[in-house]
């Protein structure tokens, strides 16, 4: 299995960026997607999840409304697209696979549950 991250770069604040997770060795649609980001000395955070076959999303408070995470079932990629963007949002975004759900209800943003990681891409946001 491997999770391809790719698509970060350098963005003003204020504007949009689109990040890919192309995935291999496993179909999407069975397992739960997730990105997590980590900043600089700073702990691994959870951004959002889909759940293609529970037909669920969710995101983290800080970037709802600003963050979109969709899947192209034919590409077998999941796509974090990124809005509105501050320079809190700096950081590493990695993409993650979880099979699901699980007994407890926040499992989605748990890391623990990601069994499989991809390497990460680099976004950060200028002010």
């Known amino acids: 299995v491997q999770l391809q991250a790719s698509g970060g770069g350098l963005v003003q604040a204020g504007g949009s960026l689109r990040v890919s997770c192309e995935i291999s060795g496993l179909t999407f649609t069975d397992y739960s997607m997730a990105w997590f980001r980590q900043a600089p000395g700073k702990e691994r955070e959870f951004v959002s999840s889909?759940?293609?076959?529970?037909?669920?999303?969710w995101y983290a408070d800080s970037v709802r409304g600003r963050f979109t995470i969709s899947g192209d079932v034919a590409k077998n990629t999941v796509y974090l697209q990124m809005s509105s963007l501050k320079p809190v949002d700096t950081a590493v975004y990695s993409c993650a696979a979880a099979t699901g759900p699980k007994t407890y209800s926040t499992w989605y943003r748990n890391p623990v549950e990601y069994h499989y990681w991809g390497q990460g891409t680099l976004v950060t946001v200028s002010s």
């Open positions: 889909i759940w293609p076959s529970g037909g669920r999303t």
